[in-house]
Nanobody, 124 residues
Framework: QVQLAESGGGSVQTGGSLRLSCAASGGTFTNYFISWFRQAPGKAREFVASIRWSSGLTYYADSVKGRFTIFRDNAKTTMYLQMNDLKPGDTAVYYC?????????????????WGQGTQVTVSS
């Protein structure tokens, strides 16, 4: 059974940085996309970024391009989200998700495996 465990959330001021981690276990992830979604209070969960594990190709939501970087450590089967120049609009619970997918990696309904979430709060 695939398990995902996020860590690294916290509180920062506008312009600050945080790095989130997602440790994956219980499977072989060669054909997986591992992604970050986020959910702000009162809003729907939305796609943030994704990495195709086998190739390392990355994809980003327009709202985070140029500020966030998703990358992986193959040896540790851990994926990271480096978040720079954080804004109050980035405040949300961030979730790690994983599944074997094709082009539908930005659709949360396609993912069977989810972490428990980690809170990111950005104050002005």
């Amino acid at each position: 059974q695939v398990q995902l465990a996020e860590s690294g959330g916290g509180s920062v001021q506008t312009g600050g940085s945080l790095r989130l981690s997602c440790a994956a276990s219980g499977g072989t992830f060669t054909n997986y996309f591992i992604s970050w979604f986020r959910q702000a209070p009162g809003k729907a969960r939305e796609f943030v970024a994704s990495i195709r594990w086998s190739s390392g190709l990355t994809y980003y939501a327009d709202s985070v391009k140029g500020r966030f970087t998703i990358f992986r450590d193959n040896a540790k089967t851990t994926m990271y989200l480096q978040m720079n120049d954080l804004k109050p609009g980035d405040t949300a619970v961030y979730y790690c998700a994983a599944d074997e997918l094709g082009s539908s990696f930005s659709y949360l309904g396609e993912y069977h495996y989810w972490g428990q979430g980690t809170q990111v709060t950005v104050s002005s």
